[in-house]
């Protein structure tokens, strides 16, 4: 039986969501798994990942084949770098404490780049923001200008017409007294 790490789709139309399973290979997409070893969200950004790097290196060094998103995944995770650091302490080229200390080195500089990526998509909403703020006080802005002339036009307006007929008055009443 070959068995094989893949994603199992869950959630609803339009709004996927996986599991990372280990199953056999002629299994269904969405059957039977022998043991779900994490879940995987796309529709967040970053992208939400949670893997148990344990028992995934497990399952790879059983002989577990994983498909090219879930090796991504699990790259992702660290899972195939601790995979292949016990390699070499198998193969006798690492101590077991080199190994933990590197992996664990890579974790901390992963977790500083995603915390830097969530920093810089925060960042660069506000500024978003911000730049769509500004923009709407400054057509509020041009309205309010704009009404004010209009109204002012149309005071200058009433003022000519009111005038025009003040003269025409006096105009009549200077041919009724002739």
Do not use: C
Not at 31 to 49: D, F
Not at 57 to 86: E, I
Not at 91 to 98: I, P, V
Not at 128 to 139: F, I, N, P, Q, T
Request: hydrophobic share 40%; no cysteine.
């Amino acid at each position: 039986m070959s068995v094989k790490i893949r994603l199992q789709r869950h959630g609803k139309k339009g709004k996927p969501f996986y599991w990372v399973v280990a199953a056999d290979a002629r299994a269904k997409r969405d059957g039977k798994y022998l043991e779900k070893i994490g879940t995987y969200n796309p529709n967040t950004n970053p992208a939400t990942v949670d893997i148990n790097v344990d028992a995934a290196v497990k399952w790879l060094f059983n002989g577990a084949q994983p498909t090219d998103t879930a090796r991504t995944l699990l790259s992702y995770k660290g899972a195939m770098l601790k995979h292949h650091l016990q390699g070499g302490v198998r193969k006798g080229a690492l101590t077991q404490e080199q190994a933990d200390a590197k992996f664990t080195a890579w974790l901390e500089e992963k977790a500083a780049k995603i915390n830097a990526k969530k920093d810089g998509l925060s960042s660069n909403k506000a500024a978003e923001k911000a730049a769509r703020l500004a923009a709407e006080k400054e057509v509020s802005t041009k309205r309010a200008t704009a009404a004010q002339e209009a109204k002012a036009a149309a005071e200058a307006e009433a003022a000519a017409t009111e005038e025009t007929a003040v003269e025409a008055t006096e105009d009549n009443n200077e041919e009724t007294q002739a």
